[in-house]
């Protein structure tokens, strides 16, 4: 295995992304996933102006606009009607939107062009362990395998191992709260509805958001569904409260509901989300660095994660060349700030949503909305969702 190359751990959203945004500025590549035959699957996704801008530089961007569905404002309030959330990108600027995609469709089109960049692909090839010295990077792999690089990018998720490897202070805190998740197909008569979460205090919550087509084969468009649910619930949910039961709590919190889960037939079909708030005081550690959400895993609230972790990708392709060890410090530099501030709003804003507390959600049932309608409270509230915020009371992300 040739030294002179990097290696990426992780095909997710970061590791890939990466590895295409390298390759393309003639950095040699190696991308090493656990997984033996990854598959398009995971959670819809809304991606920000900021992630959309990523995907432009990469040429990829009118592919997943073809695929996924345009989102220009999200609506959220409570049963008795109180509105709680009301921001329109548009407000932000003109033409600005989000944009609801397949997990899966997105992972088709960074493979699909990371295959045409001559990246070399290891799949079923779990990354153990790595040691560093000055001049590179040894990784072992769970074959028994090992490789030397020039340095290595780990992008292997917030439960990463590895990351504990690197010597900067560090932690991982799984949120208290998780969800189940679903992607069903749109019935005819179902609304056209734009991103809308229903809550109840922030013990009970329900997202819709239209996500697009899986393939660009497919005609039928999907509807994300998220509810959320404490992890003492979540674990083994479908024999503690079963399907019936949860569909019930759907339509009790929101009625519209009813069409779209009557497509909700087995267990199977939703899928278990857990997330971790990790927490590092730099990402890099010589000639290693974290990227993605084993840098930075936060919780889906802000709808950020795959969002930061394509600009995470892009960031680090502007500061490529030369020695690795300056590249990754200058990369530190660059994300410090906007990757602190999303890093805090999403541990402030989770409890808000997620969680048994009764006075946070009373007072965001009673300001947020209010406050929503001051024009400056708006552009700051969506100038975060956008994904461009690098400070609480000022700072623009450049992109
Ligand atoms: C329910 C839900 C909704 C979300 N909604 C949004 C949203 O609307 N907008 C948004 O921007 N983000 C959202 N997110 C977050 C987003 O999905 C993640 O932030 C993003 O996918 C992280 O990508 P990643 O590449 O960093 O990590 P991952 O996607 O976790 O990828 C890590 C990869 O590393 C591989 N791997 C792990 N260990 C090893 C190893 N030892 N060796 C080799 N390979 C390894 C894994 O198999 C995997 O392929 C949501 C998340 C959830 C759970």
Redesign the pocket.
Known sequence: MPDASVAI???????AAAAIQLAGRGIEVDL????PQ?RPI??G???QPT?QRVLAAMGLLDEALALGTRVDRLFGDTPAGRAVLDMSYRRFHPEAFGLGIQ?GALMDLLWGRLRGLGVRWHCG???ESFEQDPRGVTLSRADGGTARHAALIL????F?K?RQRMKVGQHARLFPWG?V?TVLPAPADFPQIELRQRFRAASQMLGLMPVGRATHADTQRGINL?WSLPLAELDGWSTRIGLDRLKQQMAGLFPDVVPLIAGLTDPAQLRE?R?ADVWMRHWHDGRVLAI???AHGMS?QL?????M?LIDAHELAAEAGGDWPRVFERYTRRRRAHLRFYGQASRGLTPMFQSHAVVAPWLRDRFFGWGGRLPYIHQQSIATLAGYKTGWLWGRMKL
């Open positions: 751990v992780g095909a997710g959203v970061a590791g090493y996933e656990a997984v990854p995971g959670a996704l809304l991606l992630g997990r090839a779990a990354v992008a292997n998720g917030s990463s590895l969800a998740w998220f989300a997330y993605g959400d084993c889906p709808g950020q994660g795959a969002n972790a």
